[in-house]
């Protein structure tokens, strides 16, 4: 074999190579993880991880911290999820500063050979977990800091980076939550409308707003708020009592699979698209005295990734049809110095075999925030959270005038 057919022949092995090299990709990898995970068995989840973190060549190390951040936190080890979360928000800020050399591999092979630096969504509940960790440790502050956080990164990718999404409702509401716990009464209720305007379903959850609008001196607001919700008891809170707030991190987050896009009158492109893996059931909440209550769905992350996804579409079938031209360009390359069009052929069916979607997630992720509130006299009070598949309980202590989050995760 000549100097020309030998190089030609390499470039070939070498795709294959490269197409070899992402089988073992990281949904695979972490199926076990994740059935730890969704049965409760949060050491053995970690100790999965562990071991996947040990094959990690670097391009999953953000997705291994979004997943022991959030196995920690559906543990209730509100500490170290923090730390560790913080650790993938600086990893996630590092990442999207993208080398030209990565993106240009990325070309010749594929997404899956890249860094994951995660959805812009994904990077938002970093955040939204944070606050709900600092809130379970009594740090409203901190957690404050957190809400505000997610509302000025979603302010900039709206205003300036001119992304069509919507904030957070859960977001806005725990914001309202943690307002309110601190008395800081007009900045409770401008959360809480806000939450109401993009959950127009917030139902007996709207409670708050009728109240502190009263609180507030907001007359006109009231009484439109009346109108919406008639029969509403929005009495003041007595002397003696204080509130819970129950926020149900319900289901399993939808997962990428991938789907065929025309990209001209022959020629199909495989993007990645969400594929919902669970619709969770309503979850009751309620006391040891009293009938319980349905929680409200606040968020639904479904939604929200479909949107976040949807919207870069565009440049993903961009990215992919100029990875088809590069290799295109590869294999007549390869075929000229081999003199041999079958080779060229072979070669552009090669690379082109490695453009596959790239279908990481952040899957431990739940698929919707349910929320239920409870108004109680000061003292322990045993709280009940039901659900399909779920049954569990909290003691909390209520005090009176304050406000108490509480965070139970189900996968139901």
């Known amino acids: 074999?000549?100097?020309?057919?030998?190089?030609?022949?390499?470039?070939?092995?070498?795709?294959?190579?490269?197409?070899?090299?992402?089988?073992?990709d990281y949904v695979a990898r972490t199926r076990a993880l994740r059935g730890a995970y969704e049965s409760g068995d949060y050491d053995r989840a970690l100790g999965e991880l562990d071991a996947v973190a040990k094959q990690d060549s670097g391009n999953d190390s953000l997705?291994?911290?979004?997943?022991?951040?959030?196995?920690?936190?559906?543990?209730?080890?509100?500490?170290?999820?923090?730390?560790?979360?913080?650790?993938?928000?600086?990893?996630?800020?590092?990442?999207?500063?993208?080398?030209?050399?990565e993106e240009a591999g990325a070309l010749i092979t594929n997404e899956r050979r890249r860094a994951y630096r995660g959805e812009d969504f994904e990077k938002l509940m970093i955040s939204v977990l944070q606050a709900l960790n600092y809130a379970q440790l009594g740090q409203d502050e901190e957690a404050l800091v957190e809400v505000r956080r997610v509302n000025e990164r979603l302010r900039k990718m709206i205003v300036e980076e001119k992304k069509p999404y919507e904030q957070l409702a859960i977001a806005r509401y725990i914001g309202g939550v943690l307002y309110e716990d601190q008395r800081e009464w007009d900045s409770a209720y401008i959360d809480y409308a806000n939450a109401l305007e993009l959950a127009p379903g917030l139902g007996e959850l709207a409670e708050p707003l009728l109240r502190l609008a009263q609180r507030t001196g907001r007359q006109d607001e009231y009484e439109r708020l009346l109108t919406r919700f008639p029969g509403l008891v929005h009495t003041p809170l007595g002397p003696d009592e204080g509130q819970v707030v129950v926020v149900v991190e319900a289901g399993r987050s939808p997962e990428k699979e991938p789907a065929d896009r025309r990209v001209n009158s022959s020629e199909f492109i495989q993007v990645p698209v969400y594929r919902e893996r669970s619709q969770p059931a309503r979850t009751q909440v309620g006391v040891e005295s009293g009938p319980p209550k349905w929680a409200v769905t606040v968020t639904s992350l479904s939604d929200v990734a479909a949107v976040h996804l949807d919207d870069r579409m565009g440049r993903m079938l961009a990215k992919q049809v100029a990875g088809v031209g590069v290799k295109a360009g590869l294999a007549a390359g390869a075929g000229a110095l081999a003199r041999s069009e079958a080779v060229g052929a072979l070669t552009f069916l090669v690379l082109n075999a490695t453009n596959q979607?790239?279908?990481?997630?952040?899957?431990?992720?739940?698929?919707?925030?349910?929320?239920?509130?409870?108004?109680?006299?000061?003292g322990l009070h045993t709280v009940r959270v039901e659900a399909p598949g779920l049954s569990t309980s909290r003691e909390v202590e209520v005090k009176a005038g304050r406000v108490r989050v509480v965070v139970v995760r189900g996968y139901h």
């Open 357 to 378: 979607p790239d279908l990481r997630s952040w899957l431990s992720l739940p698929a919707e925030f349910q929320v239920a509130r409870l108004r109680l006299p000061a």
């Open 63 to 101: 997705l291994v911290l979004l997943d022991r951040g959030m196995v920690l936190h559906s543990a209730g080890r509100w500490r170290e999820s923090l730390q560790v979360l913080a650790q993938a928000d600086r990893l996630a800020s590092e990442l999207d500063a993208v080398s030209v050399s």
């Open 1 to 24: 074999m000549n100097l020309a057919r030998r190089h030609a022949a390499s470039l070939v092995l070498a795709a294959l190579v490269l197409l070899s090299g992402c089988a073992g």
